[in-house]
């Protein structure tokens, strides 16, 4: 992911330098960066004189479909939160609608300092999205964070009930059922 990063500055500072974009390509199908990998794609093709090279419009996701410029700026904001630049990710998903830039917006403003926003943000998209385990499991941790284990309780309910819809859910649900010291529902 940092090496994305890395390519990525590095691309955006020489644009038409091919050894630039073959590693953004390189590292972001290596770090799962799907929209970042087809954009680098693209503008290879571009390079060599294919000029027929079309993005798909839309990209399916567990928490929805995405425009593939919705799609470039999560990847952009989850890169940018693995390097360590909350700021960076936030500016890049200023006006994104969707539950993942919602997500990581919040996971940002967390990171940046910003507790009382960040849970009022992950709330409000778990809230939108109650099977949204992500949402969830940082809602638990930070509330329990700022106001104490008491105040989380109430979440094993919705934990143990709601089923995962991709990886990150299941993961998610497992570890914030573990940390509430639900280890049997866990399992």
Known sequence: MLATARAYEWQRASP????????LFESARDAGYVALYGRALQRLSALD???????????????GALSFEQAEAIDLSRMHLADDNPAAAIAVLQGIDHPSA???IALAM???????QATSVIEANWLADP????????LVRW?????????????????????????????????????????????
């Open 16 to 23: 038409n330098s091919r050894t630039a974009i073959e590693a």
């Open 49 to 63: 004189g294919e000029s027929n090279f079309q993005l798909p419009e839309n990209i399916a996701s567990a928490l």
């Open 143 to 187: 509330r329990c964070w700022s106001q104490g284990l008491d105040r989380c309780m109430g979440f094993v309910a919705p934990l143990r009930h709601t089923t995962p819809r991709r990886a990150e859910d299941a993961i998610a649900q497992i570890s914030a059922l573990r940390f509430l010291g639900e280890n049997q529902a866990a399992l």
């Open 110 to 116: 967390f990171v940046s300092g910003d507790i009382a």
């Open 131 to 138: 099977d949204n385990l992500f949402a969830l499991d940082s």
């Open 102 to 104: 919602r997500n990581n």
